[in-house]
């Protein structure tokens, strides 16, 4: 897929209602804006949106692991906005178990689904991405979202690719639910 650019943010959570977050939360997100090679007509065959999120997706999760140095990576979540002229499901295409396994690569592995959010939008338009614990699914404290943007994109025929990973879950969870120090991570969930 030709990309356009690729845009950065990276953000860290040093505090959260007056108590420090130690150790702080750092969320990457990394944008990859593409053409769309399906955009404003009917393509039945989405494998060129399907293969081609792979190459997509080691470039802009190689870069989002290297941004969260030197903290290591626990959770991580995907999306992708398509532009006016395309479909939500060209958006899905590009979040398939091919996307996913490019970002698992890059995490250093990872058993659990990756949670994903699709949408049609302008350019500039957010989407709030959802993060869950790599290992285990059903980890609450993980249950977080980044929100992205890019401010000039995705154009009509275009396509914003997202890789999102944080070092952490949310600073001062205290809604009960499985831990980290009881997780088995083997499948998926727990």
């Known amino acids: 897929m030709?990309?356009?650019?690729?845009?950065?943010?990276?953000e860290e959570l040093f505090?959260?209602?007056?108590?420090?977050?130690?150790?702080?939360?750092?969320?990457?997100?990394?944008?990859?804006?593409?053409r769309?090679?399906?955009?404003?007509?009917?393509?039945?065959d989405l494998k060129v949106l399907i293969e081609g999120s792979e190459a997509v997706g080691r470039r802009i999760a190689a870069l989002a692991a290297a941004l969260?140095?030197?903290y290591g990576i626990e959770s991580y979540g995907k999306g992708a906005i398509v532009g006016t002229n395309g479909e939500v499901e060209h958006a899905e295409a590009v979040l398939t178990t091919v996307f996913g396994n490019a970002m698992r690569d890059a995490a250093g592995g990872?058993?659990?689904?990756?949670?994903?959010m699709a949408k049609r939008a302008l350019p500039g338009s957010s989407i709030d991405i959802p993060l869950a614990h790599k290992d285990a699914l059903t980890i609450r404290?993980?249950?977080?979202?980044?929100v992205v943007t890019v401010p000039d994109a995705p154009l009509a025929d275009e396509l914003a690719i997202i890789c999102c990973f944080a070092s952490r879950g949310r600073p001062n969870h205290r809604i009960g639910g499985h831990s980290v120090e009881a997780m088995i991570g083997k499948d998926g969930l727990r």
């Open 68 to 70: 969260m140095k030197p």
């Open 2 to 10: 030709e990309i356009r650019k690729i845009v950065t943010a990276t």
């Open 141 to 146: 404290s993980h249950y977080d979202t980044m």
């Open 110 to 116: 990872g058993k659990a689904w990756i949670c994903h």
């Open 36 to 44: 769309n090679p399906c955009a404003g007509r009917y393509v039945e």
């Open 15 to 34: 505090s959260e209602a007056g108590r420090p977050a130690s150790p702080p939360l750092r969320r990457v997100a990394v944008s990859a804006v593409c």
